[in-house]
């Protein structure tokens, strides 16, 4: 089954018209995006967009041998004027199956939002699922088998829906995910690729011509991924999103909770309301068995909070007990730790800390603890695929 992307953008386009913001201004060029459309096999049309006719014959296809037209969402905005010798554009009743004289079979889904995706399959039995902006599918069984060949959704923005997907079947090891819908809130360029691919996914340009069912080796998902940055610099935010596409997450919260302390409650109601509902949440320092044991993806935020737990445990903040043996206490708990990393059969995304880039402690204990994050740190990220440094909500890749 071939699929040419006449569009990929948002409905009203990238860059967005009279839009003054930073992605806007960069997205030209290559880098624009018409709303998005899809001409499957030259005979099926999802979405009516302007310039449709046009983008199909810069892409080297026509229009002419298409025989429906279905539309997926409700189309705001002036009326997009019809083609000479396309059919009237309409959408189908959720749940209901037509059969083209193409071959091709066409169902409507159910969304959780106001409109329709649509399930197409292939005389030769290639599937194809594509879904409207802001949607995410609600009308696929539980048991959803086997994986689609392929997906063209929001992957930027309904992260949740490519999970709910995975969580089904729907999507596995092997589905082409493709982004569409692309709008100004999406990074542009390289950061869009590699928040996609993060996600395992991928964008393509206008006018790409992909096959459904043909081999495409899907963006590797890092296993291991440390997320480092100073104070409010977007870590956390970043490792969050890094797994906001996985059916299952338990957030492991190294913190724990202070009585008395309304601002840390505070913060620590700020980091759950952000998080997906189907997340699980363990609040602990004992990181060991977990990671040691099979089950979902773990985020871990963070290790700074970890290691002045282990601190505590080992008397590392009197000069006295550290000296007497608290420095090689302190040395096993966190060679324990850098080993049961190495070893984790589980996906893990973990938060710390950058202290050592500013101004050098006062205290004897605050320069140990300075000195033994900066360690930790550089052991942990040895045993990572992936490492980055969030400066000023931006993530650098320093590794993978």
């Known amino acids: ?11 009203l386009g990238l860059p967005r018209p009279d839009c003054p913001c930073a992605v806007c201004a960069l997205s030209r060029g290559e880098r624009a ?22 983008a199909a ?36 009743p959720d749940g209901r199956e037509l059969t083209l004289i193409s071959g091709h079979r066409v169902r409507a ?35 959803h088998r086997p994986p689609y060949d392929m997906v063209v959704a929001d992957v930027t923005g309904r992260p949740d829906g490519l999970a709910r997907l995975r969580a089904i079947g729907a999507v596995g090891p092997g ?57 409010r610099s977007g870590k956390s935010v970043e490792a969050e999103r890094r797994l906001e596409t996985f059916p299952e997450v338990l957030y492991v919260a190294t913190g724990g909770t202070r009585e008395g302390d309304p ?29 040691a044991g099979e089950g979902p993806a773990l985020l871990v935020d963070c290790l700074s909070l970890w290691l002045t737990d282990a601190m505590d445990r080992v008397g590392a903040w009197d000069d006295e007990r550290w000296a007497a043996g608290g420095r090689e206490a302190l040395a096993e708990r966190v060679a324990e730790l850098v080993a049961a990393v190495r070893a984790t059969p589980r996906t893990v995304v973990a938060v710390t800390n950058e202290v050592g880039s500013g101004v050098v402690p006062a ?26 440094l969030v400066v000023a909500g931006q993530a650098l890749v320093l590794r993978g």
């Open 175 to 231: 589905t082409d995910v493709i982004a569409a819908h692309l709008d100004h809130d999406a990074p542009a360029g390289a950061e869009l690729d590699r928040r996609l691919a993060a996600a395992g996914a991928r964008a393509v340009p206008d006018g790409t011509t992909l096959y459904v069912g043909e081999y495409h080796a899907v963006p590797d998902v890092p296993r291991r991924t440390l997320v480092t940055g100073g104070a």
């Open 57 to 92: 014959a810069r892409s080297g296809h026509s229009l002419v041998g298409v025989r429906q037209v279905l539309l997926t969402h409700p189309h705001d905005g002036p009326a997009v004027e019809l083609p000479a010798g396309l059919p009237t554009a309409g959408r189908v």
């Open 33 to 54: 995006r018409a709303a998005t459309s899809l001409l499957v096999d030259g005979a099926l049309l999802l979405d009516l967009t302007p310039g449709a006719a046009l």
């Open 263 to 291: 601002e840390w409650a505070q913060r620590v109601g700020l980091h759950r309301d952000r998080r997906p509902g189907s997340w699980r949440t363990a609040e602990t320092t004992d990181l060991v068995p977990l990671l």
């Open 363 to 388: 205290t004897a204990s605050g320069r140990r603890f300075r000195d033994e994050l900066g360690r930790l740190n550089a052991a942990f990220a040895d045993e990572c695929e992936q490492v980055l």
């Open 109 to 143: 889904v159910s969304m959780d939002s106001p409109g329709t995706g649509y399930e197409v399959t292939s005389a030769e039995g290639e599937r194809l699922l594509y879904l409207p902006p802001g949607g995410a599918a609600a009308g696929l069984p539980d048991d």
């Open 1 to 11: 089954m071939e699929l040419t992307l006449l569009g990929t953008g948002a409905p």
